[in-house]
């Protein structure tokens, strides 16, 4: 009798500790009680949305936005590559990966070469002092020099990188540590953009280009809401809250869109307008609360 | 004795369901979807989960004016043909990949920059069974610098 009770408990012991463990991981996943996570239906299904992701413009992508826009180079103000000894915390490390992602992606729009082997070796040292792996020759000097010439190329080599370590930190439950390093980039990003715009005679499109990110910054809010028990986080929740705050000033008002889908070239085309009332003081509002909480992420 | 241990084994071997799916999902959308995506960037973010029938995951994210876009919703074989949707925040349908017999990409442009949900539903089984099936789900999303 002995014996069949040791037999239960050594067979259902493992099981309890990962019932409590996936549970630990499930309070990770996106709410599924938000604002978002209404009942939704497919077909007659009354659905409940199991699970909710927040997806943010890339550097790269953001990058490309400005440039298309008018923006100049400008690297003084970039992240100092000599600021990265520093960065000891796994917290200032992905959040600091995530700054330096984003002056990778300027610099690499602009053909600088020699900074972008720069940045290239500080985000290599950042993401082994995070333990993700990289694959054999992903920071091979040679492919490296192979492609620097190259911009399509290393465009390429950036986003393996990245898209490797948000794979590898999702997959291995350090979704928070991924998410720093979404939050460093962007942040970065609208550093720059805003540090480029030109105050005496401001472009309307990079303006423009600035005030859309009201979108994205809703979407990364409700990203780090998922983590908002991770106390460093938690720290920069209200800056956060204070920059959505300056783009809510800011209006955008959408047409209803003409949708077009050519079946044979599996393209749907959103045909929309929108207008947007932005002036040159919201921008210089939003440069101000963007430099402070950028400040806090690279000190 | 030889009963109670048929017994354990087939509640750990069914309890053990959620653990196996739980690494169902790892490599998954670097092996199987990512070489898809091309010639579109990769955003770079993994959106990926277990589903089971009938479960519905969404991903929200922003379509940039002048950017192209492709949306790649990758799933493991054995959920069957997953449908997926995309809507504007008003819920407006823009897009059902069924009425397009379940392709599982399909590129996108707008004119100007919005906030748009992807939907993904994984149906019902068209036979009931007690284990509902389950398995990897990722929405992967690229984009394309130009757009002529």
């Known amino acids: 009798m002995f014996i069949r009770w040791r037999i239960i408990v050594i067979f259902l012991l493992p099981l309890v500790f990962y019932s409590c463990n996936n549970s630990k991981n499930s309070s990770n996943d996106a709410n599924v009680d938000s604002d978002s996570a209404n009942n939704i239906g497919f077909q007659d299904h009354a659905q409940k949305v199991k699970k909710i992701f927040y997806n943010i413009p890339s550097p790269i992508e953001m990058s490309s936005l400005m440039q298309r826009a008018g923006a100049d180079y400008d690297p003084s103000i970039l992240n100092r590559i000599e ?20 002056n990778l992606s300027y610099t690499r729009m602009f053909d600088q070469i020699q900074e972008s082997v720069n940045y290239l070796s500080v985000i290599r040292k950042l ?91 809703n979407n990364l809010i409700e990203l780090l809401k998922v983590y908002e028990n991770d106390e460093i986080i938690a720290l920069y929740m209200p800056l956060l809250e204070k920059l959505n705050a300056t783009f809510d000033k800011i209006e955008i008002i959408t047409t209803k869109a003409e949708i077009i889908t050519d079946s044979v070239k599996k393209v749907t085309s959103i045909s929309n307008q929108n207008k947007i009332n932005v002036a040159i003081e919201n921008i210089k509002e939003l440069k101000t609360i963007v430099t402070e909480l950028r400040k806090e992420l690279i000190k | ?117 992807i939907q993904v539903l994984v149906p019902q089984g068209a036979v009931k069974t007690d284990i509902a099936n389950s398995g990897c789900v990722s929405i992967v999303v690229g984009f394309k610098e130009k757009y002529e």
Request: glycine share 8%; proline share 3%.
């Open chain 1, 83 to 102: 600021s990265a000894e520093r960065y000891n915390t796994n917290s200032k490390m992905a959040l600091n990966l995530g700054v330096y992602g984003a």
């Open chain 1, 127 to 217: 993401s082994e002092g995070l333990g993700i792996p990289q694959q054999p020759g992903t920071f091979a000097v040679s492919r490296i020099e192979q492609n620097i010439e190259n911009r399509d190329s290393l465009l390429y080599i950036i986003t393996d990188i990245y898209a490797s370590a948000d794979i590898y930190l999702k997959e291995s439950n350090r979704g928070s540590t991924a998410a720093l390093i979404i939050l460093g980039g962007w942040v970065e990003a609208l550093y720059i953009a805003t540090n480029i715009v030109d105050y005496n005679d401001p472009s309307k499109e990079i303006m423009e280009r600035i005030a859309e990110q009201k979108y994205s910054l």
């Open chain 2, 1 to 117: 004795m030889k009963g109670l241990v048929k017994i354990l084994f087939v509640s750990a071997l069914v309890a053990s369901f959620p653990i196996m799916g739980f690494s169902q999902c790892k490599g998954f959308t670097k092996k199987q979807c990512l070489p898809i995506l091309e010639p579109y960037l990769y955003n770079g973010q993994l959106n990926s989960a277990v589903l089971s029938e009938g479960d519905v995951a969404e991903l929200l994210l922003t379509f940039y004016g002048g950017q192209e876009y492709r949306v790649l919703v990758c799933s493991q074989d054995l959920i069957g043909k997953v449908e997926f949707k995309l809507l504007d925040t008003d819920r407006n349908e823009i897009f059902f990949n069924k009425e397009h017999d379940y392709t599982t990409n399909w590129d996108f442009n707008a004119n100007s920059t919005q906030q748009l949900i």
